[in-house]
């Protein structure tokens, strides 16, 4: 072991050959009366190398598409590469890997700094696989995947960074749908990736199965959570569809956030809520930031989450015929879709005044200078909505009160499909499915957790521009809430769940001097235009504590 932390050539050349020699011990002392001499200990020792080996995690890597389609671009020497179609690229990656026809190093020109720091991560994976064993790459996702040009591109700079390399480089390449109209897009990606024969000979080695990432955060940036939510339904099922007509099995990635609007919120309800056949005995999500804390930080509340995410699990892959909608109940939620997409969408992206009215009613601009997160609050450069990652988005309004990325569009659906079938209907549409349940419950927790009253006066820093921006927030929370309570034949949010309602209820009173302080020194600050010091790092401590306070970050 010592020879193998040192990369001696002495050393263990897997974790499987380690454990061959700890198995000998173990057998040892099952055979020689030795299970109180120390078997429980090689035992533990053996379950170890085997879930951990050399590595101890796997490291799954990620990278947008569009800067690897233009490293290899860069590669190949072509300089329209970036403006030929996605088929036309895939059937150029597909002929060059096929036929081994990839450029050497040697006969191209140096590459870019960003195409040689490209390189060096398929280099680096290739390291790890070698030295920690296969199982120490997970799988490359690719994020706004386009088409099955972007999954053959990872597969080509793989071989053009490995070239003299004996043993290829294991490892799934997994697109992540990001948008509504990606997930959209998924199951035509999906039939492209698999009909191409280059690929389809890999995906058979590793099993004959494919994961494919689903994105929470950007759906519901894009269009609203009614939106994102049928979305990412109507995605999952079509993709198993696909993958049964090539006798391919889908595991499906959640990109999950903490808040609601970016897949927070019930799990459970979501788990059993899915698709019939999207779960399959098979889970896997991300956790991030605060929730990380909240859900695992104490043993027995890590263990409590746990056993609901398995039991969850275990329940929809035994029956998960329960969760299909039938024809009509999948009119019905895309009637919804559609209402609340074009709601959301006609303000957040068709008014030109509103990106102007959320930068000065949140505290968006301190956000920003928050030494958090992994990557920069905006993608691009400019202050457009659509240039903004979802994380800072969700942030700024919970610092509000206004829980306006989890309700906006819904009230307008939700009251649409109540005059369209009737309540009678929906009801039946809730009692029946838990899909449109968590759906309602998490935007009805989302209206508990509001306070439009400290929303006012955050709004009140725009300006003359805030009352009719904060109206049409105000009617469309109202529609909401409205609307739930007729569903659910309720007299007041979440008398269904008395204990979120009653912590709510205890917590507001030490939350709202915060605001109202962080509300006075936006105001102080911004005058000063921004420069004083002093005030930004009571701002900073300000939005600290709301967050605490409310449990919610991004």
């Known amino acids: ?8 050539i002495a050393g263990y050349e897997s974790a499987p050959a380690l454990a061959e020699d700890i198995s000998l011990i173990r057998d040892s002392l099952a055979q020689n ?71 050497g190093s040697s006969t191209a020109d140096p590459p870019s700094s960003e195409a040689a720091a490209t390189l060096n991560v398929f280099r680096a994976m290739n390291r790890a696989q070698r030295q920690y064993g296969a199982r120490a790459v997970g799988m490359f996702i690719i994020s706004m995947a386009r088409g099955s040009d972007d999954v053959l591109t990872v597969l080509a700079l793989d071989a053009l960074a490995n070239p003299e390399v004996s043993e290829a480089t294991v490892f799934e390449v997994t ?52 939106a994102s939510r049928w979305a990412l339904y109507e995605a999952q099922r079509k993709l198993i569809e696909r993958g049964h007509e090539f006798n391919v099995g889908i595991n499906f990635f959640h990109g999950r956030g903490g808040t609601v609007s970016r897949g ?32 695992y930080g104490v043993r027995f ?73 992994s990557r920069p609050a905006s993608r691009r450069s400019g202050e457009g909505i659509e240039n903004l990652r979802a994380i800072p988005w969700v942030f700024s309004w919970a610092q509000t009160r206004i829980g306006f990325p989890g309700v906006f569009g819904f009230g307008m659906a939700l009251c649409a499909a109540i005059d369209r079938y009737g309540i009678d209907r929906l009801r039946m549409l809730h009692a029946q499915r838990v899909f449109f349940q968590a759906m309602v419950n998490d935007v009805e927790m989302v209206l508990g957790k509001s306070e439009l009253g400290l929303g006012r006066r955050y709004s009140e820093l725009a300006g003359p521009g805030h009352s009719q921006y904060f109206e049409w927030i ?19 949010l ?22 109202l302080l962080q509300i006075d020194l936006l105001r102080r600050w911004r005058d000063g235009g ?25």
Request: aromatic share 4%; net charge negative; proline share 4%.
């Open 1 to 8: 072991l010592d020879a193998t932390l040192q990369d001696n």
């Open 494 to 515: 979440l008398d269904d769940q008395r204990v979120l309602q009653r912590n709510i209820r205890l917590r507001n009173p030490y939350v709202d001097p915060l605001h």
């Open 530 to 554: 921004r420069e004083d010091d002093q005030l930004l790092e009571a701002l900073k401590a300000t939005v600290k504590g709301i967050a605490l306070g409310i449990q919610n970050t991004g």
């Open 474 to 492: 105000t009617e469309e929370f109202d529609r909401a809430a409205r609307c739930i309570l007729e569903l659910k034949q309720e007299k007041n």
């Open 264 to 295: 927070g919120g019930n799990l459970v309800q979501g788990i059993l809520g899915a698709p019939p056949g999207a779960v399959g005995g098979h889970l896997r999500m991300t956790e991030q930031g605060e929730v990380i804390n909240q859900k």
């Open 175 to 226: 697109p992540l749908l990001e948008t509504v109209d990606d997930l959209a897009a998924g199951p035509d990606i999906l039939h492209e990736m698999l009909s191409n024969p280059v690929y389809r000979t890999r995906v058979r080695g590793l099993g004959n199965r494919q994961t494919v990432m689903i994105g929470y955060s950007d759906s519901s940036k894009d269009s609203g959570i009614v």
């Open 33 to 103: 009366r030795g299970r109180h001499a120390g078997q429980f200990g090689v035992d533990r020792l053996l379950c170890r190398i085997h879930t951990f080996g050399f590595h101890l995690v796997a490291l799954d890597l990620r990278q947008d598409a569009q800067l690897h389609r233009k490293v290899l671009g860069q590669l190949l020497g072509q300089k329209d590469w970036e403006e030929r179609t996605p088929q036309q690229r895939a059937a150029e990656i597909a002929r060059l890997l096929e036929h081994q026809q990839l450029p």
């Open 301 to 373: 509340i890590a263990l409590r989450n746990l056993e609901l995410v398995t039991g969850a699990t275990l329940t929809h892959s035994i029956d998960d015929r329960a969760g299909g909608l039938d024809h009509e109940e999948r009119d019905m939620m895309t009637f919804m879709a559609e209402q609340s997409r074009r709601k959301f969408r006609g303000l957040v992206y068709g008014d030109p005044g509103f990106p102007a009215y959320f930068r000065a009613t949140t505290p968006i601009d301190v956000i920003e200078r928050l030494n958090i997160g």
